[in-house]
């Protein structure tokens, strides 16, 4: 169920405080990849500015993925601040299509989802839910890293060199890494092994 939607009587002069945590899932449009974050919190507050709204606020959440180097579970936090004003009318051209189309990591925005951009609802009730999904996915990183100094998999044997060294030449050897198929190679046929070894 979304519950990213807020009726905007309730919506009074001295504005009000939201705060909910979505399951990402629940606000994804249709025809769009899931996303490997499993909840977003949506924490800030709603004004009234004449006839319009305004909701300040904050979207965290955190991104889960295979490790670049050693393949171990990453998270990756994020939290985006956002602004935006909702006026009462018909949705616009882009947010008719533009939602409905994926965006992926790395996508630039355009002037039209820019921060000050007027956001339209219709009837008595604003939906965040559209724009929720659209921050987190903005939010994607690229690549997920454990930690910075993580020393990755041994390329020879495969073994976490987070967890301590293998016993494989090839991890100590700079030149042998390399050039690690030769090497395995090399062992296997002396006879193939390259010139400059030879005594
Ligand atoms: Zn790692
Ligand atoms: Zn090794």
Known sequence: ?????????????????????????????????ALPVETALVRGRFERLGDEFLFRGRISGV???????????????????VAWVFAEGPASV????????EMTAGDTRDASSSEDARRSFQGYEINL????????????????????ECRGLCPRC???????????????????????????????????APQKTKE
């Not at 919506?11 to 769009?32: A, H």
């Open 1 to 33: 169920m979304n519950t990213l939607r807020i009726s905007v009587t309730s919506i009074r002069e001295e504005g009000c405080v939201f705060e909910e945590r979505v399951r990402v899932s629940s606000i994804q449009p249709p025809d769009t990849k």
């Open 63 to 81: 991104y889960e993925g295979a490790c670049v180097r050693c393949l171990e579970t990453a998270q990756s936090p994020f939290e985006v601040e």
């Open 94 to 101: 882009f947010e008719e299509i533009g939602h409905a189309l």
């Open 129 to 148: 839910a559209p724009y929720v999904w659209e921050e987190v996915v903005f939010a994607q990183p690229s690549r997920f890293l454990c930690r910075d």
């Open 158 to 192: 495969g073994a976490n060199q987070n967890e301590g060294a293998c016993h494989c030449a090839a991890c100590h050897d700079p030149e042998q890494t390399g050039n690690r198929g030769l090497a395995a190679l090399a062992e296997l046929f002396p006879e193939l």
